[in-house]
């Protein structure tokens, strides 16, 4: 009973996941949270992330916990930390690391198998956490659309500049790079996936796609 939502950033996957398990009476897992606590872990203990062993000693202690909407790493609430400039400068170079993502897939399996299911998203969930889930989604969009989501998200409402999307763009084709080129786990559209694209389609499109795709599985 696994709802698996893959693709890049920007592309809308936090929001059409929340509204999808809220439709179809599920929980909602989002794995780049989790990736992004053990980036601010090891910032906070290490101060940089360029000791792959260190890093992974860091992943390997780390306490990662979901409570309600807040996210926990070490007994700190860093909800809102790990969507700052350090973390997300960081995240990629720690997601690109065996022990990390062993250590985590481990957590993300079972916490599904705590609930019997749910909802997933991330870059590996349709490949690698859940190859057999019963749906599985890869959202894109265009890079410009990506990019302008990002800023307006950022921006939490207020007008945003061509130069604020020109900044985004770079630093999400910086990270899709990262993410797509890594050895371990990259970004990759599974065979089996089913492709929504959010440049075209409103994010309520997306999400009704996607409960009628699971209502039809
Ligand atoms: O979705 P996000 O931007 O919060 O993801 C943060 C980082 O974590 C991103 O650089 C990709 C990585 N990530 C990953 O490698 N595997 C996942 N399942 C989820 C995220």
Do not use: H
Not at 31 to 48: I, Q
Not at 99 to 123: I, N, T
């Amino acid at each position: 009973n696994v709802v698996a939502i893959d693709g890049p950033a920007g592309a809308g996957k936090s929001t059409v996941s929340r509204l999808v398990a809220e439709k179809l009476g599920l929980d909602v897992l989002d794995t780049g949270a989790m990736y992004r606590c053990v980036a601010w872990a090891a910032l906070f203990e290490l101060g940089d992330v360029s000791d792959p062993a260190d890093v992974a000693r860091v992943a390997a202690a780390a306490r990662v916990e979901q409570v309600g909407t807040r996210w926990i790493a070490n007994g700190v609430d860093v909800t809102e930390t790990i969507r700052g400039v350090e973390v997300t400068a960081a995240v990629s170079v720690v997601a690109a690391q065996p022990a990390v993502r062993a250590r985590l897939v481990e957590l993300q399996r079972a916490w599904l198998d705590e609930r019997g299911g749910g909802v997933v998203e991330g870059r590996d969930i349709g490949s690698v956490v859940v190859p057999d889930a019963c749906l599985k989604v890869y959202l894109d969009a265009e890079p410009t659309a990506r990019a302008t989501r990002r800023a307006r998200e950022k921006a939490g409402g207020a007008e945003i500049s061509e130069r604020d999307t020109t900044a985004e763009l770079a630093s999400l084709n910086e990270r899709d790079r990262l993410d797509s080129t890594r050895t371990v786990s990259p970004l990759v559209q599974a065979p089996d996936a089913v492709v929504l694209d959010t440049t075209v389609l409103s994010i309520d499109e997306v999400v009704d796609a996607i409960v009628d795709l699971w209502r039809e599985r």
